[in-house]
Nanobody, 124 residues
Framework: VQLQASGGGLVQAGGSLRLSCAAS????????MGWFRQAPGKEREFVAA????????YYADSVKGRFTISRDNAKKTVYLQMNSLKPEDTAVYYC??????????????????WGQGTQVTVSS
């Protein structure tokens, strides 16, 4: 399975960006997808995740109310709409796919496929 993330860029504080992550390759059914981010000098952290049906979404406290994760299974694509961006949101954003069932959505070690990352920079 290959994951291709896109949509990053430079935006002013208070602005918006929409990240996309398209899956291709081996067909994987009933997979959850998530977004993580890593800022310079910091550990990779959970941002948001969504279950297979899209009926369950999960967010880090730091992005609740500002970010929205969604998916289009027909296109094998997951999206992260980021509004009211803050300078502290600056990081490389990674999408990830989990091909098996787990109740943990925020643990990065539970994801078995990762995209290459896309840079998001928020200027003050």
């Amino acid at each position: 399975v290959q994951l291709q993330a896109s949509g990053g860029g430079l935006v002013q504080a208070g602005g918006s960006l929409r990240l996309s992550c398209a899956a291709s390759g081996r067909t994987v059914s009933n997979y959850a997808m998530g977004w993580f981010r890593q800022a310079p000098g910091k550990e990779r952290e959970f941002v948001a995740a969504i279950n297979w049906r899209g009926s369950g979404t999960y967010y880090a406290d730091s992005v609740k109310g500002r970010f929205t994760i969604s998916r289009d299974n027909a296109k094998k694509t997951v999206y992260l709409q980021m509004n009211s961006l803050k300078p502290e949101d600056t990081a490389v954003y990674y999408c990830a796919l989990r091909s098996y069932y787990s109740t943990s959505y925020s643990d990065s070690t539970r994801y078995d496929y990762w995209g290459q990352g896309t840079q998001v920079t928020v200027s003050s």
